[in-house]
Each structure stands twice: as C-alpha cells, then as structure tokens.
C-alpha cells in the first residue's frame, strides 16, 4: 500500500494502522481475550490465497510482523511453538 511505501522509503515516520498491517486478519476485542480472525474476502483475496497455499505459507506467517507489532516477539514465538506442536 502506498502509506507502507512511503515509510520505507523513509517519506513518513508513522506506520500504517495496525487494523491495515494485520489485514487479511481482523481482531475483535472480548472482555477476557482478543480473537484473532481470519477475513477471507474472495475474489479480492484469492490469487493471494493460491500464491499461499502455493508456498505452503500460512497468514500467521504472511503476516508475522503485524502480530509481532500487536503482540510482541514472545507472543509469536508461542504461536510458533503451538503450531508445531500441532504438526508433530
């Protein structure tokens, strides 16, 4: 997106919101927990879907910066270590 551009090229000092960074995820705030949601939007999202599944990436991974951003190196390592937990 062009607000990411111009803070790579150092044109602003600010990043994109963290709504826009996380995109295709979406967070909804309960009193307890964060959901943390996937928002599929198809045909808009699809080729990126494909280029995916082609990669074997998975969003969390597309988008580890964000997550990083919104909930820390720790929070993403542990993330990390359940998902491998899952595919042992």
Request: proline share 5%; charged share 30%; glycine share 2%.
């Amino acid at each position: 997106c062009a607000i990411e551009q111009a803070y790579n090229d150092k044109k602003i000092e600010w990043k994109k919101p963290i709504s826009c960074h996380l995109y295709p995820i979406r967070l909804q705030e309960y009193s307890s927990f964060t959901a943390i949601n996937y928002h599929r939007w198809s045909p808009i999202c699809d080729e990126a879907c494909t280029l995916g599944k082609e990669l074997e990436m998975p969003i969390y991974k597309f988008v580890k910066e964000a997550l990083i951003r919104k909930f820390g190196e720790e929070w993403y390592e542990q993330l990390e270590a359940a998902e491998a937990m899952i595919n042992v």
